[in-house]
């Protein structure tokens, strides 16, 4: 479901001529979702979440170095 949620928003911003989106964020009263794609050879979505005292802008940045830090491990 993450991946598919990424995809939408990565169709959304083609439709709109806007560059490919790096990320999709979902806010609710709970807390906050960052949702973030993996280069690799398959599709690969990274999901992190945050409470509602997380500073949405902290969580991003700590879901891409996550990511940034996954990718080099994966096989290729």
């Known amino acids: 479901?993450?991946?598919s949620f990424l995809?939408?928003?990565e169709a959304?911003?083609?439709e709109?001529?806007?560059?490919s989106a790096?990320?999709?964020?979902?806010?609710?009263?709970?807390?906050?979702?960052?949702?973030?794609r993996l280069n690799h050879t398959t599709?690969?979505?990274l999901a992190a979440l945050g409470t509602?005292?997380?500073?949405?802008?902290?969580?991003?940045f700590a879901a891409r170095e996550c990511a940034t830090r996954i990718?080099?491990?994966l096989p290729a």
């Open 71 to 73: 990718s080099i491990l």
């Open 52 to 60: 509602t005292h997380t500073n949405i802008a902290v969580l991003l």
């Open 22 to 36: 790096d990320y999709a964020a979902i806010a609710t009263r709970q807390g906050n979702v960052v949702l973030i």
């Open 16 to 19: 709109l001529g806007l560059a």
């Open 43 to 45: 599709p690969l979505t």
């Open 1 to 3: 479901m993450a991946n």
């Open 12 to 14: 959304v911003a083609k």
């Open 7 to 9: 995809t939408l928003g």
